[in-house]
């Protein structure tokens, strides 16, 4: 199912890495990911997020503090039992695994653009095929998926359209506009107002909101490395003061806050 980044011909497999009829040729990388995002596709030279945001991530998650976020996005993923799927923008794959571990029978695929993340990520399942590729050119041929993840990442809608057969869906996981926002209080004068809805306006032609819900729980921060991997793992992290930053990691007794996702499942019609 896989094709070349460079000409969309199929890729098949080759000693020790992937090949088009034309002879683009991509290793696979020792940790077992293949790197399908070619130099002239990149628009720097370490795109997506950095090894320090993908180990705050990865830290963060592995505390457990997200669990019930990725329990429901699997159960999710599962009720749907697609034959074959991608999560786009997959990270240190946190989430991946746990959709892997819901669709034993099915074809997964994870891509990120990070080179860090993807390396970590790998580690987690190797049954899975891993790529460093970018959304935008995802090297997936048309209409293969019956199950795309979006979480918590941004996303080239007429891209997922492109992958997804008639009847499959994607699944888009975010915050809602209370995400976080004990933290965000204590790290900004002004809040800023965001509506969580705004990625409706962008939903392509042909593909239609199916269903939505919202997963909303408190999370109580006792130590200050969780808190400081919350902030490297989100904007906050450069986007607050220092000083507010080190307030809020410092601070002697546990931190409350709300976590509130969305979760939207648009389905090709
Ligand atoms: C906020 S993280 C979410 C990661 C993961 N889904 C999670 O929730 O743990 C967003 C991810 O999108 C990736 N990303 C950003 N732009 C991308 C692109 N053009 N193509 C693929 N991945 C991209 C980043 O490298 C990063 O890993």
Redesign the pocket.
Known sequence: MLTCPLCSAPLSAVDNGVACPLGHRFDRARQGYLNLLPVQHKNSRD???NLA??EA?RDF?NAGHYAPVARRLAELAAERAPGRWV??????????AQLAEALPAADGYA????RE?VKRACRRNPRLTWLI????RVPLADASCQFI??????L?WQEAKRLLSRGGGLMK?GPTSGHLMELRERLYDEVREYTDDKHLALVPAGMALEHSEVLAFKLSLANAQDRANLLA??PHGWRASAERRARVIEQPEPFEVSISMRYDYFVLQ
Request: proline share 6%; glycine share 12%.
């Open positions: 795109p997506g997020d945001m993908v991530r998650l999560d786009i923008g997959c990270g240190e794959g946190y989430y991946t891509l990120d653009i990070s993340a590729a970018s959304m935008a993840a979006s979480v918590f990442s941004p080239d996981v793992m989100t």
